[in-house]
């Protein structure tokens, strides 16, 4: 994000009664940490950046980052592994979809 026309990161944090945006001129685990102050979520969903790591009871991988990254291998011309791991990371959206609607169908 932009603040004042200097890049900065962008921390979203969802609760049940909202949200809220931090914007850091950082990455830092020390963001996470403030912007948290002393709350520990139970479940915690980021890319693979290791400050992102260890802030919860239970880690997810954002699969939105992991699509993107394989998009990019795909177009820097692999035909192997990246494909077939996009292929994966569906096919794993279209079963929580599954799970959270019982009975409706959802496209591939």
């Known amino acids: 994000m932009r603040i004042d026309g200097h890049t900065h990161w962008e921390l979203g944090v969802s609760k049940r009664s909202g949200g809220d945006h931090v ?3 950082q990455r830092a685990a020390s963001v996470v940490t403030e912007t948290m102050t002393g709350h520990r ?12 790591q260890g802030h919860a009871d239970l880690w997810q991988v954002c699969l939105a980052h992991q699509l ?8 820097a011309g692999d035909t192997i592994f990246a494909p077939q791991m996009k292929a994966l990371l569906l096919r794993a959206v279209v079963l929580a979809r599954r799970r959270k609607n019982p009975g409706r169908e959802h496209p591939a």
């Open 68 to 75: 993107r990254d394989c998009k990019y291998a795909i177009e």
């Open 41 to 52: 979520p139970s479940v915690w969903v980021s890319d693979l950046y290791g400050a992102q």
């Open 23 to 25: 914007g850091a001129q």
